[in-house]
């Protein structure tokens, strides 16, 4: 467990860390072992989810639609975190998450088995889903100092990432076989399941992880600690540059993902088998991204590589959207999962080793309130869809996020940071 009051982490370390050396900390492993899981259970519940939505509605619009409800509630819970996360007992934010969306992936899957399932409930599922999520994964970034020493914090970034984007090749190819097989009720039963190997770990580290902030650490109230962490965020050029670097990437750019279930049946002509394979197509591609990573922790300029990840990103998102040849989409969606995968993972472990650890909660639930925006790019998308047509308006997102790098790398100081 490391030492709280430890300042960042500096780039310039003499004893550079192996990629992997954190799995030698047994009980790490074991914990990114469960987070594993819990991990495909939530990939199989956001492929099935878009499957069941199109299939219930025919509308693209919807589509992106039950994405915003998902990640709306993160804009009004994010900045709430953001005030609590410092001063609460991370453990037990996390297990109250999963508990919570075990007992939501259970009801949902009895609501398709009874035949009973309306959007409107895939509406009411969705809000309480995407409250949770304020919680679980800033909850989840910030413990991980705690479970590892400093050396090895980068490694864990890394494998953490990497468990992350293994679950998006394993969740959606067994979403897609699941469904095709067992029915979408199953795929749901098995995301809540798929919960309870974390909350046994998280049951486990009661003394591993400290219960919260020793008394008289933090001492604002609640409000004024959300106010100090951002203007810390705003004032820290570096942090403030890196959390901006996923705006447009994020918002505009994993609007391909919200929209791949009605490329896959309409564009694609696919069953939820080929939604299954696209899917696992970027996850494949966001996993290679990962473990590159791991090999650039100690490069120079990695600022510069994180903008030409994003600028690779977004030239692949066009061509996806253009793509009406399966082989095509499936190699093209592969490589916005690269490209997001290297960008994202980089970024990530830059802002992790650069954070005061005083501000750290605060930083990662900034750093994740994003996500709650990234479904209004869905929307968006999927309106555009209804008015220029689907594939130009995924294409059309790609050519946004593109012009955005070209802003990041002439209008910000991120190629500078190493």
Known sequence: MTDSAN?????????????FEALNNTFFAKYVGSVSFSLIGMW??????????????????????IG?????????????????????????VLMGVQLVLLLNMLLLSWLVYSETVTFAWLVVISVIVGATASFDWPARLSILP????????????????????????????????????????????????ATVPFLIMLFSMAAMVPAAPARGVI????????????????????????????????????????MTPA???????????????????????????TLIVTRLNSWPNRGRIVLIGVSFLAFMIMVYGLSSAFWLSLVTIALVGFGYGTAATLNDTLIQMKVDEKFRGRVMAAYSTIWGLSPAGGMLAGAMAN????????????????????????????????
């Open 219 to 258: 001492t604002e109230r609640p409000f004024q600690t959300l106010v100090e962490g951002y203007r810390y965020i705003w004032n820290t050029v570096e942090i403030r540059t890196m959390i901006g670097i996923d705006l447009f990437p994020i918002i505009i750019g994993m609007s391909y993902l919200t």
């Open 263 to 289: 490329i896959a049946r309409d564009v694609l002509h696919l069953g939820p088998e080929g939604l299954g394979w696209l899917m696992t197509a970027a996850g494949v591609g966001s996993l290679t991204g």
């Open 387 to 418: 008015v220029v047509g689907l594939q130009l308006a995924v294409a059309m997102n790609g050519l946004i996020v593109l012009l955005y790098a070209v802003y990041l790398w002439f209008g910000t100081p991120m190629r500078t940071i190493d």
């Open 146 to 193: 705690m479970l590892v020493s400093r050396r090895e914090l980068p490694s864990a970034i890394a494998v953490h990432a990497a468990a992350f984007n293994g679950a998006r090749v394993v969740g959606p190819a067994l979403a897609g076989w699941m469904i095709a097989l067992v029915g979408m009720a199953a795929s749901f039963g098995l995301s809540g399941i």
């Open 7 to 19: 300042p960042p982490i500096p780039a310039n370390v003499e004893s550079k860390p192996g990629a």
């Open 44 to 65: 199989v519940r956001i492929t099935a989810m878009g499957y069941l939505v199109y299939d219930l509605t025919d509308d693209p619009f919807k589509l992106g639609l």
């Open 68 to 92: 915003v409800v998902q990640g709306a509630p993160q804009l009004v819970f994010g900045p709430l975190a953001g005030a609590y996360l410092d001063r609460l007992n991370r453990r037990k």
